[in-house]
């Protein structure tokens, strides 16, 4: 059943509790508080069960990544001896959005 129609047979039935004063209003409205209280705590606990699978999950592809062979031969290629030159900026504009 969805929660708002097991809150209201919870209501409902805690009414009817009241009417034939087994039951107090204090007492229905203390366990409706409570009953909340422990629907948002275990709620919390399942949003954070899914967020640790999705991280545990995007940890697992950035450590495939990390551990992946280069495709480039990184011992091949030159050393420079020396670099030498003017480099000139012209018409060059730089500005926050």
Do not use: N
């Amino acid at each position: 059943a969805p929660p708002s129609t097991a809150l209201l047979a919870v209501q409902c039935y805690g009414g009817l509790l009241v009417k034939r004063k087994l039951l107090s209003v204090g007492s229905l409205t203390s366990f409706a508080m409570y009953s909340a209280t422990v629907g948002l705590g275990f709620s919390g606990l399942s949003q954070l069960y899914g967020d640790m699978v999705k991280a545990a999950a995007s940890a697992q592809r950035v450590f495939e990544l990390i551990d992946r062979a280069p495709l480039v031969d990184q011992r091949a290629g030159g050393t420079l001896q020396g670099v030498g030159g003017h480099l000139t900026f012209d018409s060059v504009a730089f500005s926050y959005p």
